[in-house]
């Protein structure tokens, strides 16, 4: 079984759309996160939530909106798209947050902005 | 800031030993990790510093320097599935900040 899966696993679209990525892991965690992997291999936290609460914004666009249903999802919204937001977008869990919380992260989402 | 350096590339050779480095400058320390990320896949957990010293897991070790801001990842008896990117993070008060990985090259 998957411990921490996203759809879908490649998005092309126009800029200007909307689009949605979702996150579910089964895991049992408390803590979810979303990253940001630009075309550098840089690794950025933009969000993390925990018990459903945002915990950390970083300084993203508020074109990002996270929506956080329940414990076990984490989804990610984007409005109006724009070629810079081409990167790899990972969902992570940890068990809570704290320093020595191991992450877990899913497969990854592939988002070309043509 | 925080700032999070790593070297971009190294390359060895099967069945020897590499040290990847990372140093760190960030304004709290909770603790560093390493993960491993093959081309196309998502990272996963290797090691865990908070204290200073040495962390062994078979083949994999991680050295911490909370005082040098410092820390290594020692691969031995390479394989050439470790051919990958291995990325260095600092969790500082619940937040990760991540070294733009390094990308291990295993020669045969």
């Known amino acids: 079984d998957t411990a921490v899966s996203q759809t879908p696993k490649y998005l092309v679209t126009q800029m200007g759309n909307d689009k949605s990525i979702k996150c579910e892991q089964n895991?049992?965690?408390?803590?979810m996160y979303w990253y940001k992997q630009d075309s550098k291999k840089f690794l950025k936290i933009m969000f993390s939530y925990n018990n459903k609460e945002l915990i950390i914004n970083e300084t993203v666009p508020n074109r990002f909106s996270p929506k956080s249903p329940d414990k076990a999802h984490l989804n990610l919204h984007i409005n109006s798209l724009e070629l810079g937001d081409s990167a790899v977008y990972f969902c992570?869990?940890?068990?809570?947050?704290?320093?020595?919380?191991?992450?877990?992260f899913g497969p990854g989402t592939r988002l070309l902005v043509l | 800031g925080q700032n999070i350096d790593q070297p971009t590339e190294m390359t060895a050779t099967e069945g020897a030993i590499v040290q990847i480095n990372c140093t760190y400058q960030t304004s709290g320390f909770n603790g560093l990790f390493w993960y491993q990320q093959h081309a196309g896949e998502a990272p996963t957990f290797l090691s865990y510093?908070?204290?200073?010293g040495l962390e062994e897991k078979g083949r994999f070790s991680s050295f911490l320097s909370r005082s040098k801001g410092y820390s290594y990842l020692l691969l031995k008896e390479l394989q050439m599935k470790d051919s990958a990117s291995y990325l260095c993070a600092v969790n500082n008060f619940n937040k990760f900040y991540f070294g733009s990985g390094t990308k291990l090259n295993v020669k045969p």
């Open positions: 510093n908070v204290l200073d």
């Open positions: 992570a869990s940890s068990q809570d947050l704290g320093g020595g919380e191991t992450q877990y």
């Open positions: 895991l049992g965690h408390d803590t």
